[in-house]
């Protein structure tokens, strides 16, 4: 007679073993119509899956988080069970759910198409209307090697070869379709309903090993409803406008050519604000205390070896070995170049705390199927900063850095942050009693500084815990950008020390900080997020100056002088092209601020001033547009 306890924390019995389902359905026809799991004690099972002991359940519903993941799971495999009915000969390999969809990876000689997916999808929402049921069955593992290699699915039965034998195998059948899944599962094909859709295919290493196969993913979105299907949908549009590739081509910001992969050819506009964003961040480093130094590009792998990267990931640093011998690295981070300042002359506990900054250039083996124009690079530029203090010093540091970080985000536009507290992942270094330590005190910092913040577990550095700072962008969507670490590790590690009050030895606390995090990603998320209409202060080329007639050519160029001695950038466009055409050229290529000069504007001194996105345009006196815009780029308006 299993005793059930809800989360309310009241208790049902049955006299037999039961179920998720007729447990939701003890509850309520709602809640039952709306279930597709249930927790047992914390684990996702199938609702009908037996229950016979005293439990702790709690129903997921289509809604919630745990729901839409399963539903996106269900879609891979009704995925995988359309292109097996349309291309039996096709074999399946492995479909799971991803952050706002799914996908299902197949081996098959002809290609894809877009058409392809149009038939896929119509398969698809024909399953879904047969209402399968989804049903669980446990395997002998050799008995579910030799059953799928019987049907010709050679990649199923390699991976039941590789699950260890002490672990139970399961098998789903919907249909005619049986599957390899740890499960679970909806109760059956209809559950699913029909918010999905496939967006593209693209090639895939079977099990990411590049040596190996290439497969086709096939890559789809699942939502509970249509309405959050369509504004996901819309948000792609909008996500494919604001392309940083895109935008960076219109704007004149970059490129990226196969010689050099994954790293950029800034040209003049993108450097320019490159340039205009680490001038900011150097002058909010300046007045928060820190001291901005540059260490070496080029490091002996002993250090490397010492601080514990070489060993944790190695394989991803760029090395070279000399004619002597020695082998040096290309920095991939920057910390154990800043220990070697700090080790440099810092001996009291008085000094402390220790506030170094870099615009460090960092190099990551990224493997070429990962890169991703300027969001993911090899070669990038790191606003990086660490602080050498004593223990005590850790909250009221953190609290600080926090503050600096939201302030920051909010100059840009980013006004809606989340912050992770990671911890203690698989691979790291430092002893258990260390992490402790260092973990307790990253928590009190966040604690008293009263930020909320949500547990990303087993996500923290190899060396400390970390806060994740998350931004939200114009269209919803979240990128992980600054970090702030506590590190009781490397300091030691490297042999950096200071004299306490104590008159002893102690090794500093290190925390590890960047905000931009790469000013590469960085600006691509910036010039997506505002789709190419950078505030004037960032925006490259901040003012076009344009004629309407050849006579007002002198008088364009004493307007672009004047502006510029006033600390904007500004530019003129003399040629002998109609108004119109220039106006719509150089709003194209994102200009903010367009000022039109004729012979009226000659006579009286004046501009005719146009904001970008606007039809408006307004007659202004040269003295006083000088004085807006430049109040304006001062304020970072």
């Keep these: 007679m299993p005793k059930i306890t809800l989360p309310d924390g009241s208790d ?10 007729e447990i939701a359905e003890s509850i309520g026809k709602g809640l039952a119509k709306a279930a597709v799991a249930v927790h047992v004690n914390g684990e996702l099972w199938d609702l009908s899956r037996d229950i016979e002991a005293d439990v702790a359940v709690e129903i997921v519903t289509r809604d919630s988080d745990d729901g839409i993941e399963l539903l996106r799971h269900d879609a891979a495999h009704v995925l995988a069970e359309a292109v097996k009915e349309l291309w039996p000969e096709t074999q399946v390999t492995i479909g799971p759910a991803i952050e706002n969809g799914f996908y299902y990876d197949f081996a098959r000689e002809e290609a894809f198409t877009e058409e392809d997916l149009q038939v896929i999808e119509t398969r698809m929402k024909e399953i879904v209307d047969r209402d399968e049921p989804i049903k669980r069955e446990v395997w002998d593992r050799d008995e579910a090697a030799a059953f799928f290699r019987g049907i010709g699915e050679e ?28 499960g679970p599962h909806l109760p059956s094909t209809g559950k699913l309903g029909k918010a999905f859709k496939l967006t593209h295919v693209s090639g895939a290493y079977w099990r990411g090993d590049s040596n190996n196969e290439m497969l086709q993913r096939v890559y789809g979105t699942a939502w509970s409803n249509d309405k959050q299907l369509r504004q996901h949908l819309h948000m792609l549009e909008e996500a494919e ?20 992969p994954g790293a950029v050819f800034w040209h003049p506009n993108g450097w320019t604000l490159f340039q205009n964003l680490i001038g900011y961040m150097r002058q909010m480093n300046l007045e928060a205390g820190y001291q901005e130094i540059n260490t070496p590009e080029l490091m002996d792998r002993s ?56 615009f460090g250039k960092c190099h990551r083996y990224e493997p070429s199927g990962a890169l991703h124009g300027m969001m993911r690079v090899r070669a990038f530029t790191q606003d990086d900063a660490h602080i050498f203090c004593t223990p005590e010093q850790i909250t009221a540091e953190s609290i600080a850095v926090c503050k600096l970080i939201l302030d920051i985000y909010s100059t840009f536009g980013f006004d809606e942050v989340r912050i992770k507290f990671a911890d203690r992942p698989e691979v790291r270094v430092g002893n258990d009693a260390v992490w402790d330590q260092s973990e307790a005190a990253l928590k009190k910092a966040l604690d008293e500084s009263g930020l909320e913040y949500t547990h990303n577990p087993g996500e923290g550095a190899f060396y400390g815990p970390k806060l994740e700072f998350v931004l939200r962008d114009a269209i919803g969507r979240d990128w992980q950008c600054g970090t702030l670490q506590v590190d009781l590790n490397m300091p030691g590690r490297l042999g950096a020390s200071y004299i306490g009050e104590d008159g002893n030895k102690h090794v500093p606390v290190m925390l590890h900080r960047a905000i931009f995090g790469s000013l590469e990603r960085f600006i691509g998320i910036l010039v997506e997020h505002h789709a190419g209409n950078l505030p004037l202060w960032l925006s490259p080329v901040q003012i076009k100056v344009l004629t309407i007639t050849s006579a007002a050519d002198d008088f364009a160029e004493e307007v672009a002088t004047t502006l510029r001695a006033a600390g904007l950038r500004a530019d003129t466009d003399l040629r002998n092209e109609k108004i119109s055409y220039k106006v719509r050229e150089h709003s194209v290529s994102k200009v903010p601020v367009l000022l039109a000069v004729g012979q009226r504007e000659v006579e009286t001194h004046s501009v005719a001033m146009r904001r970008l996105g606007s039809k408006q345009q307004r007659v202004i006196s040269l003295i006083d547009v000088v004085s807006e815009l430049a109040g304006e780029v001062a304020d970072r308006s």
């Design 155 to 182: 990649y199923k039965a390699e991976i039941i070869e590789s699950i260890p034998s002490d672990e139970p195998l399961t098998l789903y059948r919907q249909g005619d379709f049986i599957d390899l899944c740890r």
């Design 303 to 358: 250090l490397w070896e010492a601080s514990g990267h070489w060993e944790t990931f190695g394989n991803l640093m760029y090395s070279t070995e000399t004619v002597d011998g020695r082998t040096y690295v290309i920095k991939p981070m920057n910390c154990p170049g800043h220990i070697q300042i700090f080790k440099q002359g810092i001996t009291s506990y008085r000094d402390l705390p220790y506030r170094l900054s870099e």
């Design 12 to 21: 049902r019995e049955f006299a037999t073993p039961t179920r998720g389902a």
């Design 241 to 260: 406008k604001r392309d940083h590739r895109r935008l960076g081509k219109i704007m004149d910001l970059f490129h990226f050519q196969e010689e050099a």
